[in-house]
């Protein structure tokens, strides 16, 4: 379960190329269900992604692909219905992309603009990064990217029994060279 930081930690990392260690990244998700009683926990699965680090940080860009069958709540049945045509429509639409256009220094860490496509619409979403850190032979970033209105992808199947926002926190390694 991902657990929400409100530490700050941005180290420098060198300008260059990295690529997500699939392995070792995920894409955590929470959302309500239930008229709004309860709280899904659930993962996605980083299938690629990859960070330009520019010398100008508003320069880089950031690029993940997730797949969308990785949805994983340890409730066989829910998952499956959240795979099912009725919302994520897996078999359609079987990646969710993130890129982003921009990237600024806040006061608050990084702030990703960029865009998520799925379910065949592309919204613009802002992810912010709270934490930066060199790890072993590579770079950890932590980020989040709150009150995602799942209306706005055309998912809008199973009302009330699955919540309208959602929240998604990404936890990626990538490896130096």
């Known amino acids: 379960m991902p657990?929400?930081?409100?530490?700050?930690?941005?180290?420098?990392?060198?300008?260059?190329?990295?690529?997500?260690?699939?392995?070792?990244?995920?894409?955590?998700?929470?959302?309500?269900?239930m008229f709004g009683l309860g709280t899904v926990h659930a993962t996605f699965s980083v299938q690629e992604g990859e960070l330009r680090i520019d010398e100008?940080?508003?320069?880089?860009q950031v690029t993940v692909v997730v797949a969308a069958a990785s949805f994983a709540s340890g409730?066989?049945?829910r998952d499956k219905d959240v795979r099912a045509a009725s919302l994520l429509d897996v078999d359609r639409y079987p990646t969710i992309t993130f890129a982003s256009d921009a990237m600024q220094t806040t006061s608050d860490g990084l702030l990703v603009h960029g865009?998520?496509?799925?379910h065949g619409?592309?919204?613009?979403?802002?992810?912010?990064?709270?934490?930066?850190?060199?790890?072993?032979?590579?770079?950890?970033v932590h980020g989040r990217a709150e009150q995602l209105d799942?209306?706005?992808?055309?998912?809008?199947?199973?009302?009330?029994?699955?919540?309208?926002?959602?929240d998604l926190e990404v936890d990626a390694f990538a490896p130096a060279g």
């Open 3 to 33: 657990h929400h930081t409100d530490t700050l930690s941005i180290e420098v990392i060198a300008p260059g190329q990295y690529r997500l260690d699939p392995t070792r990244s995920r894409v955590h998700y929470t959302g309500k269900h």
């Open 56 to 60: 100008q940080v508003a320069a880089s």
């Open 75 to 77: 409730n066989a049945k």
């Open 115 to 118: 865009t998520v496509t799925t």
């Open 121 to 140: 619409h592309t919204v613009p979403v802002d992810v912010r990064i709270d934490r930066v850190t060199h790890e072993g032979n590579g770079i950890r």
């Open 150 to 166: 799942r209306t706005a992808f055309g998912i809008t199947g199973s009302r009330g029994m699955v919540g309208r926002y959602l």
